[in-house]
């Protein structure tokens, strides 16, 4: 209730979930810009991604019946890879996608993936699109399709990845910095995926500050060619040149 009480007067929060499990008591709350109306917060109507808090819980293990269908999270590696980044928000996706699971009848592989990846980007977790689909051995199409199907929530957007990339290639702060200032000016690349934009405007600010930051890392920290993101690091740097003129 304290942290809902700071919060509300900046953003308009729609959802809380709380999880309980062995080991811990998670607090999931979604927010978006705005402010929350007085009578939803005395009603406690809450939703939209604003971050999460683990509690140490030392209470007795609330059982929640029997497992109906399980899916060995241990084998999603991409997904696996961001616990070390975001281990608060993949603990809630965990517990999310379990409970998820065992209140439905029949699940199938794509479905599994589109309410894993609705739940990451739900929860602030920069996991790409084509990440999940191999994680799950999909085609990216078949996802996309199942996520519309079934319930459509849009990327995360470009400072998510920025985030992501600052903390996998453990960048200097002054560096992210810089790339989250240059991304005001690059607007007209907003069609562009959030992930190539993020190590696109990062590669701009590392030539700005004269960093060496190697192609090779950025392009490997997102799955995407050398030569791909070269050329979207171009065009990207042709608008800045275009806003700062």
């Avoid at 379990?98 to 894993?116: G, I």
């Amino acid at each position: 209730e304290d942290i809902i009480k700071l919060l509300a007067p900046r953003f308009e929060i729609v959802r809380q979930r709380v999880s309980i499990t062995r080991s811990g008591v998670f607090i999931n709350l979604v927010a978006k810009e705005g402010i929350t109306p007085p009578e939803r917060i005395i009603n406690k109507e809450y939703d939209y991604y604003l971050g999460s808090v683990r509690v140490d819980c030392r209470g007795p293990w609330l059982h929640v019946g029997k497992r109906r269908r399980s899916l060995n999270l241990e084998n999603l590696s991409r997904f696996n890879h961001l616990s070390s980044l975001y281990p608060a928000e993949i603990d809630i996706a965990k517990v999310e996608l379990q409970e998820w699971l065992q209140a439905s009848q029949r699940v199938d592989r794509k479905t599994a993936a589109a309410k894993l990846l609705w739940l990451c980007r739900a929860n602030g977790i920069p996991i790409t699109l084509k990440e999940m689909a191999q994680d799950f051995s999909i085609p990216t199409k078949k996802l996309v399709r199942t996520m519309f199907e079934t319930g459509y929530i849009p990327p995360l957007r470009t400072e998510h990845y920025v985030d992501r990339i600052s903390r996998e290639l453990n960048l200097d702060p002054p560096l992210k910095k810089r790339a989250i200032e240059i991304l005001p000016n690059i607007q007209e690349c907003d069609g562009c995926n959030p992930a190539v934009k993020a190590a696109g405007v990062l590669l701009m600010a590392s030539k700005n500050l004269g960093i060496g930051l190697r192609v090779i890392d950025l392009a490997r920290s997102i799955g995407i060619s050398t030569l791909g993101l070269k050329i979207s690091a171009k065009r990207m740097q042709g608008e800045e040149s275009k806003c700062t003129q």
